[in-house]
Nanobody
Framework: QVQLVESGGGLVQPGGSLRLSCAAS????????MGWYRQAPGKQRELVVG???????NYADSVKGRFTISRDNAKNTVYLQMNSLKPEDTAVYYC???????????????WGQGTQVTVSS
């Protein structure tokens, strides 16, 4: 089994910053793409940003220039640095990873439990 554990959420004022972390653990052979999604109340879950194992990224237009994703493959960890936060960034943020647990089996998608980010004065 594989677990993804997020940390770093909280309450921040508009214009502030937060850094989210997501550490994967368990029976991991290799992690391919990782990413961050978010879901605001009454809305569908949406992709914030994804990152390949090689470091290629894909940002949602709404966060370009404000959020930065990075990963440490040796630690099976992905980070999300969020700057210039806006009230509309308020949501539960979920970590996602495509994990290979056995090189002879297909990749499986895993999700973290989510961490709340609230941007409010």
């Amino acid at each position: 089994q594989v677990q993804l554990v997020e940390s770093g959420g909280g309450l921040v004022q508009p214009g502030g910053s937060l850094r989210l972390s997501c550490a994967a653990s368990g029976s991991i052979f290799r992690i391919n793409a990782m990413g961050w999604y978010r879901q605001a109340p009454g809305k569908q879950r949406e992709l914030v940003v994804g990152i390949t194992r090689g470091g290629s990224t894909n940002y949602a237009d709404s966060v370009k220039g404000r959020f930065t994703i990075s990963r440490d493959n040796a630690k099976n960890t992905v980070y999300l640095q969020m700057n210039s936060l806006k009230p509309e960034d308020t949501a539960v943020y979920y970590c996602n990873a495509g994990v290979i647990t056995n090189p002879f089996l297909p990749e499986h998608e895993y999700w973290g439990q989510g961490t709340q980010v609230t941007v409010s004065s």
